[in-house]
T-cell receptor, first 113, second 113 residues
């Protein structure tokens, strides 16, 4: 069964550094998403992406965050200057249509020190 | 405002019993609901979904019930197995937003052999 893959599984970075989290969505899916989960808290929506542009974003997704689909297979989340509170699990997801179920990857654990 | 919450943070059952996990939501504009299972170290895994024009949907060993009158959603797992042990999240999508899922806090299901 096709799946969403994310790399790396764990990223440690120093405060103020830039990080790029990478995702390969399911190949025939058209909608892409980033969610995050701070330890012990709910999974939170960050951003959705369709047709090479952001469809919707949350208040968490400020100017420090950006997304990109650099080629036909990858979908990335960049955090320009990481803060301690950015430490979380970041999940990439994709869906075939805007109304179909989201399929999630296994996440990247980001630790900001 | 939007909120999705779970009545029981933990549920412990014996192998072979049926499990019922509950979820309350407050946004009457929500029109689509999904149950996800999350095992340790993995991303949310789609279990079953239901649209607001239905009140029941069945899958393999799972049934989702939707009561729009009281804004309540439940997941029933038949003949629970040790492999069902995980955190279960309900998520809702608000009508008019194709992209953003709002997740509940999660219920930890433990299946005792």
């Amino acid at each position: 069964e096709p799946e969403v893959t994310q790399t790396p599984s764990h990223q440690v970075t120093q405060m103020g550094q830039e990080v790029i989290l990478r995702c390969v969505p399911i190949s025939n899916h058209l909608y892409f998403y980033w969610y995050r989960q701070i330890l012990g808290q709910k999974v939170e929506f960050l951003v959705s992406f369709y047709n090479n542009e952001i469809s919707e974003k949350s208040e968490i997704f400020d100017d420090q965050f950006s997304v990109e689909r650099p080629d036909g297979s990858n979908f990335t989340l960049k955090i320009r200057s990481t803060k301690l509170e950015d430490s979380a699990m970041y999940f990439c997801a994709s869906s075939r249509t805007g109304g179909s179920p989201l399929h999630f990857g296994n996440g990247t654990r980001l630790t900001v020190t | 405002g939007e909120s999705v919450g779970l009545h029981l943070p933990t549920l412990s059952v014996q192998e072979g019993d049926n499990s019922i996990i509950n979820c309350a939501y407050s946004n009457s504009a929500s029109d689509y609901f999904i149950w996800y299972k999350q095992e340790s170290g993995k991303g949310p895994q789609f279990i079953i979904d239901i649209r607001s024009n239905m009140d029941k949907r069945q899958g393999q060993r799972v049934t989702v019930l939707l009561n729009k009158t009281v804004k309540h959603l439940s997941l029933q797992i038949a003949a629970t197995q040790p492999g069902d042990s995980a955190v279960y999240f309900c998520a809702e999508r608000t009508s008019g937003s194709n992209y953003k899922l709002t997740f509940g806090k999660g219920t930890l299901l433990t299946v005792n052999p």
